[in-house]
């Protein structure tokens, strides 16, 4: 180990950090900016975003930020009481999947996409561990635009970790993790601009 790896604060680029009951590795330049650039100005305007709502009381709750799901053909996936039929795979998503995969470890079949248009769109603690990823899901997060805070919060113990989700970066969330944490993005008062993430998952 060199010097500057054992006193760097952050732990090596793509190293695997494990934590309370989970692990995860977080790659801050997975795309350098041009690439993350170009990637963020296509999402944008080439993705199916939809504006979707909860049903909470009886009343429809919009959420607050734009959603898309895409995916293999046969696999619909449901969160906060919705369901959704995924678009087919763009050759964008494509390339992004087949960039992630072999840092992954995984063959993902599907992938949710949140825009959040500004510091007021955020989404609230929750974990993903809903019965169609099984048993200790990968995720794997892929992070365009604004910087936002994501937050971890351990279930039993609230032991709290904080990463800054840059342009470009990549974060794979494994082992136990989504049984533990939850996770969010909170908003902020920040003056800040778009940002686009995308989670691929294995629909089982
Ligand atoms: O935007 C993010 O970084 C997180 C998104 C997320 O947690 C989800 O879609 O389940
Ligand atoms: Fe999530």
Redesign the pocket.
């Known amino acids: 180990m060199s010097q500057l790896d054992m006193f760097s604060e952050s732990p090596k680029r793509g190293e695997t950090i494990k934590i309370n009951h989970g692990e995860y590795i977080y790659i801050p330049d997975f795309y350098d900016k041009v690439t993350a650039d170009s990637y963020l100005k296509r999402l944008i305007t080439d993705i199916n975003w939809k504006q979707e709502s909860m049903n909470m009381y009886g009343k429809k709750v919009p959420f607050p930020r734009l959603t898309a799901w895409y995916g293999d053909q046969d696999k619909p996936y449901s969160?906060s009481g919705i369901t959704l039929d995924p678009n087919p795979w763009s050759p964008g998503l494509v390339k992004i999947k087949s960039d992630i995969e072999p840092k992954a470890k995984v063959k993902f079949n599907s992938v949710?996409l949140?825009r959040?248009r500004n510091g007021s769109d955020s989404?609230s603690w929750?974990t993903?561990a809903e019965k169609e990823l099984g048993k200790n899901p990968v995720i794997a997060?892929v992070?365009f635009g604004a910087e936002?805070k994501?937050q971890l919060k351990h279930i039993e113990t609230n032991e709290r970790i904080d990463i800054l989700?840059k342009h470009g970066s990549l974060?794979i969330m494994q082992g136990e993790l989504q049984h533990y944490w939850k996770?969010?993005?909170p908003k902020t008062k920040k003056e800040i601009g778009e940002?686009v993430?995308l989670?691929f998952r294995v629909i089982k």
């Open positions: 969160f949710l949140n959040y989404i929750h993903d997060s992070n936002r994501f989700l974060l996770h969010q993005i940002r993430n989670t």
